[in-house]
């Protein structure tokens, strides 16, 4: 079975600029979600869909982020501008349904200078 | 919303040595308890669970034990060998109509010496 997919593996960006990542769910997981890890830190949830509805994106800041995932599929995840605070790993999850196990792709380390 | 404390933030042990992390979480509906295991440049993945009707659980040499009243659970690798060097996570989850929101703690890098 394939593992969740994300690319590109890294972006190197200057502040001010847009940026997007992809991520390719588990076949059949009908929940995927968004993370931004900071170094040093725990993942935080940054956006949640379940199919191609949003379930959560409480944490998301909308004045510059902004996700979709259309057909219930791939989802994209966008960045415009970048501020220099935006430099993390955004790891994509994916799970079968809400609660249950949910499966890391290898993520996105993005830094902005 | 929950909040989940993690300790130690480092580890170091020697090979065969037992290791224990422990977590403790704030919100008393949260009844899923993943922990994780990341190494360098890859995401992270599951290695063992628990929900809140169980209070202990084993696989082979990981265990995890909960304590709901007390609101805190912890992670038991024996016999550690140097591959199990790695950050490990443990996280929380809210039942009812949060849908599986994690909510990571803040990491333990666990260094097995050889």
């Known amino acids: 079975e394939a593992g969740v997919a994300q690319s590109p593996r890294y972006k190197i960006i200057e502040k001010r600029q847009s940026v997007a990542f992809w991520c390719n769910p588990i076949?059949?997981?009908?929940?995927l979600y968004w993370y931004q890890q900071i170094l040093g830190q725990g993942p935080k949830l940054l956006i949640q869909?379940?199919?191609?509805?949003?379930?959560?994106d409480s944490q998301l800041p909308k004045d510059r982020f902004s996700a979709e995932r259309l057909k219930g599929v791939d989802s994209t995840l966008k960045i415009q501008p970048a501020k220099l605070e935006d430099s993390a790993v955004y790891l994509c999850?994916?799970?079968?349904?809400?609660?249950?196990?949910?499966?890391f792709g290898p993520g996105t380390r993005l830094t902005v200078l | 919303g929950e909040n989940v404390e993690q300790h130690p933030s480092t580890l170091s042990v020697q090979e065969g040595d037992s290791a224990v992390i422990k977590c403790t979480y704030s919100?008393?509906?949260?009844?899923?308890f993943p922990w994780y295991k990341q190494e360098l440049g890859k995401g992270p993945q599951l290695i063992i669970d628990?929900?809140?009707?169980?209070g202990e659980k084993k696989d082979q040499r990981i265990a995890v034990t909960l304590n709901k009243t007390a609101k805190h659970f912890s992670l038991h690798i024996t016999e550690t060998q140097p591959e199990d060097s790695a950050v490990y996570f443990c996280?929380?989850?809210?039942?009812?109509?949060?849908?599986?929101?994690?909510?990571f703690g803040q990491g333990t890098i666990l260094t097995v010496h050889p």
């Open positions: 999850a994916s799970s079968f349904m809400g609660p249950d196990t949910q499966y």
């Open positions: 076949s059949g997981h009908a929940t």
């Open positions: 869909f379940q199919n191609n509805g949003v379930v959560d």
């Open positions: 919100d008393s509906a949260s009844n899923y």
């Open positions: 628990i929900r809140s009707n169980v």
């Open positions: 996280a929380a989850v809210r039942g009812g109509t949060s849908y599986g929101k994690l909510t």
